[in-house]
C-alpha cells in the first residue's frame, strides 16, 4: 500500500500518477485519440474521457459581479454596494504592462499553445518528479479562467465554492472541456481582459481595475511596471503575498515576476533590475462598501433601498432570486432623496439630540400626491459599536425596522377625526367628555361581533378639569380621551378601521391593527415612514400615496446596459377633499395656539399633532406643509427608558412631550428642507367655535394633546391609566390622576403584552 507523507497528503508516487493521469488526458483529448483500458491509470483514464462526453456542450459564463452605485435623485452619489468590488474595463483600457506580467508569471506560451499546454505539462511534471512534490501546476490561462467562472457562479455559497475549486480529476476534465471551448469562441485578447477582470488579487479586490485602485489608488490603465508585477504575482496566492500584511513576501514575488518578464523578452534585463530595486510604493485605498458609507448620513436610507429590491416582486419572483440580482450588482440605482432634505433632516438630529444620549430620534420626510420619501435619518449612526446601530427607526420590521414600531400616542387621534368625518358626523360634534368613564359598550366591530367592556374599565382625561361638553375643535386641540372614546362609541370601531386601512396604516411587524377602543388612544407600534405616509395624505386633500424610494434603475451586463422595472407609487383616495380639508383646519390650530407651537412654521401654512405614550416612553410630532410630511420620533428602541429628568442633547428635560423635544426636531428638520421652496396654502374650512368657551387654566407645557402628559409617571397604556395623551392624554401639563383601574385582561394585544414595542 502507497506510503502517506506525516501531513497526512499523497506520497511523491501517488501525486505523480494523479498528475501524469491528467496529463495523459490533457495529451490524448489534444491529438484526439482514444485511451487504452489498461491498469488502474488506464481505467480512470477511460472513465474521465467518457464523463468528458457527457458533460453540457456549452459552459455557463455569468455575468461579472460587480459594484451597484445608489445615487440620490440629483444624479450625487450617496453609496456604492457590492458583494464583490469589481470593476470591469476593456483591455485597452489595462496598462501593457499588467498583461505582459501576467502572461510570463501564470502562462508564458499563452499566445503558442491551445487550451492544453503539452509543453507546459511535461516541463511540470519533470520539475514535480524531481521536487518529489507539486512544486510547479500546468493549468494554463485558460483553463484558470474557466476556474475562476466555475467560482463566479458559486457565488458565496461555500459548498459550491469548495466543488469548484476541488482538486479533483473530474474538475480537471470540466475544465479541460471548457477551455477548449473557449479558446475556439473567444480568442486570446479576449480570454486575458476576461481574465484579469474575473480573477482576485486579495484585499477584497476583484479585477485588474479594483485591485489598481486599492493598491495604487489609480486606474489599471496607468500601472507601471513595477505596480504591475507585484499584482501580477499576488494572483498564485493573494493571502501569501499581500503587500499589505507581509511587504517582504509581496516584494520578493514582485521581483520573481520581473525576472520572468525579462526571461521571456518582455522586458530587458537592466529593466528588470531598475524596477526590483523601486520599493512598493503603496498607496492604498481602504474598500469603500455598503451603506455604512453613505454620505449625509444617508445609511439607513441606503439600507431601506436595499430591502426594497430584495422585498419588492418586480425585481425577482423569489426573495433568492431578487438576491441573486443585488449580488450581481452593476446596478445604478437613482433613488427618491434629496440632499436638501436629507442635510436638513440631519442637521436638526445634531442640533437637538446627541447619539450618545439614552434615547433617540428618527425622522422621516414624504413628497404628498407622490409618495417619494425625500429624508431619512435618526439621531443613533449607522453601524455595530457602542451608540450604534444597524435597525432602521423609521420602517417597518419587514424591511429592516423594529420589531413593532412604536407607540404613537394623540397622534393617531386625527385617523379617528377623519373617520367620524367621512361618516357624516359635522365638525361641531358634541360629546359630554366628562372627566373620567366607562369605556362604553357596546362598541361595533368590522366582525359584527360587538366588543364590550367586560371589566367595567374607565378611561380618564389628562386633568379633571378637563370636564365637557366638548366639540372636536376644541377636544383635538387638548386631546381629550373620553371626546374620541365616546366618537369611537358613536360611530364604531370599523369606519376607523377603513380609515386607516385607506391610509395603510399597520403595526410594525404588518399586522393590521386590532379592534379595540385603545387603538382610537396611539397604544400600538407604528412606524415614522407609515405615519408620514398617512399625514401626506391630508396634505395632499384625502389622496394617499404609498411610498417610494427608487425612480429608476440601470444594469450593466458586460458592456451593454438595460432599465430594470422599478415599483411605482400607487395613489388612491383615502377620504373625501372636504374631510381632509377639515383634518388640516383641525390640525393647524394645533401649531398656531396649541403647545405645537414649539414645532409650528412661520412663513407657510403648516399643521400637525404632538402624540405622548405611557410613561413617556415615546414622543412624536407628526406634521405637514401642502407640499412636504414629516414625522418624528424620539424615544428608547427597547421601550426602557422613562423620558422624566433625563438629558437630550445637553438640555435638561423634567419631562419630555410631544411639543418639547419632537416638534422642534421637525420644525427644523422642515424648515431647512423647504427653504426656497413655494409655500400653498391648505384649503381651510369654516368650524364654528362653541357656544360656550371654556376657559381652562392650562400650564405653558400643556400641548394639543392636553396637560400632562401621557401617562407621565406611572400612566399605563397610552392614557387609559394616569395620563390622558394619545397613549395618555397630553404632552404637557404637570398634575396626574392616580390609576383607579385594572387592565382588562387582553385588552391589549401585541408587543411586550402592554403594547409596546421595538427592539434595540
Known amino acids: 500500500m502507497p506510503k502517506k507523507r506525516s501531513g497526512g497528503g499523497l506520497s511523491p508516487t501517488q501525486q505523480a500518477a494523479k498528475f501524469l493521469g491528467v496529463s495523459v488526458l490533457a495529451g490524448a483529448l489534444m491529438a484526439g485519440i482514444a485511451l487504452p483500458a489498461v491498469g488502474a491509470l488506464g481505467l480512470a483514464a477511460k472513465g474521465s474521457v467518457e464523463s468528458f462526453d457527457e458533460l453540457p456542450a456549452n459552459m455557463k459564463t455569468p455575468p461579472l459581479s460587480q459594484r451597484t452605485t445608489i445615487l440620490d435623485a440629483d444624479g450625487g452619489q450617496i453609496a456604492t454596494v457590492y458583494s464583490r468590488d469589481r470593476t470591469v474595463v476593456e483591455l485597452k483600457d489595462i496598462s501593457p504592462y499588467m498583461q505582459k506580467a501576467i502572461v510570463a508569471i501564470e502562462d508564458s506560451r499563452f499566445y503558442e499553445h491551445g487550451a492544453v499546454d503539452l509543453k507546459g505539462v511535461l516541463r511540470a511534471l519533470n520539475k514535480n518528479a524531481q521536487s518529489g512534490g507539486v512544486a510547479e501546476g500546468a493549468s494554463t490561462l485558460t483553463q484558470q479562467y474557466v476556474k475562476n467562472v466555475f467560482v463566479e457562479e458559486a457565488g458565496d455559497d461555500p459548498t459550491k465554492v469548495a466543488q469548484a475549486t476541488q482538486q479533483t480529476i473530474g474538475r480537471k476534465i470540466r475544465e479541460l472541456k471548457y477551455a477548449i471551448q473557449v479558446e475556439e469562441e473567444l480568442g486570446k485578447k479576449k480570454i486575458l481582459e476576461n481574465y484579469l477582470n474575473i480573477t482576485f488579487f486579495g484585499q477584497q479586490a476583484y479585477g485588474v481595475e479594483a485591485a489598481a485602485r486599492r493598491y495604487f489608488s489609480k486606474s489599471a490603465k496607468d500601472l507601471s511596471l513595477q505596480e504591475a508585477a507585484l499584482l501580477a504575482g499576488i494572483v498564485q496566492s493573494p493571502s501569501r503575498y499581500d503587500p499589505v500584511n507581509d511587504e517582504a513576501e509581496a516584494t520578493k514575488r514582485r521581483n520573481t515576476v520581473l525576472r520572468r518578464m525579462a526571461d521571456v523578452g518582455d522586458i530587458s534585463e537592466a529593466e528588470a533590475e531598475k524596477a526590483a530595486a523601486k520599493p512598493l510604493g503603496l498607496k492604498i485605498s481602504n474598500p469603500k462598501n455598503g451603506c455604512i458609507t453613505a454620505v449625509n448620513n444617508a445609511s439607513f436610507f441606503c439600507d431601506y433601498v436595499r430591502e426594497v429590491f430584495l422585498s419588492d416582486p418586480v425585481f425577482g419572483k423569489t426573495r433568492e432570486a431578487r438576491a441573486k440580482v443585488w449580488n450581481q450588482g452593476g446596478l445604478t440605482i437613482k433613488t427618491t432623496l434629496t440632499p436638501q432634505a436629507q442635510e436638513s433632516v440631519q442637521a436638526s438630529l445634531k442640533s437637538h439630540i446627541n447619539k450618545g444620549d439614552s434615547v433617540a430620534a428618527a425622522v422621516t420626510l414624504v413628497e404628498p400626491g407622490t409618495g417619494r420619501i425625500l429624508g431619512m435619518g435618526q439621531s443613533k449612526p449607522y453601524g455595530y459599536g457602542k451608540n450604534e446601530t444597524e435597525i432602521n427607526y423609521s420602517v417597518n420590521h419587514s424591511v429592516g425596522g423594529s420589531n413593532f414600531g412604536f407607540p404613537t400616542g394623540s397622534t393617531f387621534k386625527p385617523f379617528v377625526a377623519a373617520a367620524a368625518l367621512e361618516e357624516g358626523r359635522p365638525v361641531t360634534q358634541e360629546y359630554s367628555s366628562p372627566y373620567e368613564m366607562p369605556y362604553p359598550e357596546p362598541v361595533q366591530t368590522c ?174 410630532f407628526v406634521g405637514y406643509t401642502p407640499n412636504l410630511s414629516g414625522a418624528v420620533w424620539v424615544g428608547s428602541a427597547s421601550q426602557q427608558v422613562k423620558m422624566t429628568n433625563l438629558s437630550i442633547g445637553g438640555v435638561y428635560h423634567a419631562q419630555v412631550y410631544g411639543g418639547s423635544v419632537p416638534g422642534p426636531i421637525w420644525r427644523d428638520a422642515m424648515t431647512g428642507a423647504l427653504e426656497g421652496k413655494e409655500a400653498p396654502p391648505f384649503n381651510l374650512v369654516d368650524i364654528p367655535n362653541p357656544d360656550k368657551n371654556k376657559d381652562k387654566d392650562k400650564d405653558d407645557e400643556g400641548d394639543d394633546d392636553g396637560g400632562n402628559g401621557d401617562n407621565g409617571n406611572g400612566g399605563l397604556i397610552g392614557g387609559l391609566i394616569g395620563g390622558g395623551d394619545a397613549n395618555g392624554g397630553g404632552d404637557g401639563g404637570s398634575t396626574e390622576p392616580d390609576p383607579t383601574f385594572s387592565i382588562p385582561e387582553n385588552f391589549i394585544q401585541g408587543q411586550g403584552g402592554n403594547g409596546i414595542g421595538g427592539r434595540d
Not at 407604528?526 to 400615496?545: D, E, K, N, Q, V
Request: include cysteine; aromatic fraction near 4%.
Open 447 to 620: 366582525s359584527g361581533k360587538p366588543w364590550t367592556n367586560e371589566g367595567n374599565e374607565s378611561v380618564p382625561n389628562e386633568s379633571e378639569t378637563e370636564v365637557g361638553p366638548y366639540r372636536l375643535k376644541e377636544a383635538m386641540a387638548l386631546s381629550v380621551n373620553t371626546y374620541f372614546v365616546q366618537m369611537v362609541a358613536d360611530i364604531g370601531l370599523c369606519p376607523v378601521m377603513n380609515m386607516t386601512d385607506g391610509l395603510h396604516v399597520v403595526q410594525g411587524n404588518g399586522d393590521k391593527l386590532p379592534e379595540v377602543p385603545a387603538v382610537s388612544l396611539g397604544s400600538k407600534g407604528i412606524s415614522p415612514l407609515t405615519m408620514a405616509s398617512a399625514y401626506a395624505a391630508f396634505a395632499s386633500r384625502g389622496m394617499y400615496c404609498t411610498p417610494v424610494a427608487i425612480t429608476s434603475i440601470t444594469q450593466k451586463i458586460g458592456d451593454k446596459k438595460k432599465s430594470l422595472e422599478v415599483p411605482k407609487s400607487t395613489c388612491s383616495r383615502a377620504m373625501s377633499e372636504k374631510t381632509a380639508d377639515t383634518v388640516n383646519t383641525l390640525l393647524q390650530g394645533v401649531v398656531d395656539s396649541g403647545t405645537g407651537q414649539e414645532a409650528g412654521l412661520t412663513d407657510r401654512a403648516n399643521a400637525g399633532k404632538t402624540g405622548t405614550t405611557d410613561e413617556r416612553k415615546n414622543a412624536w
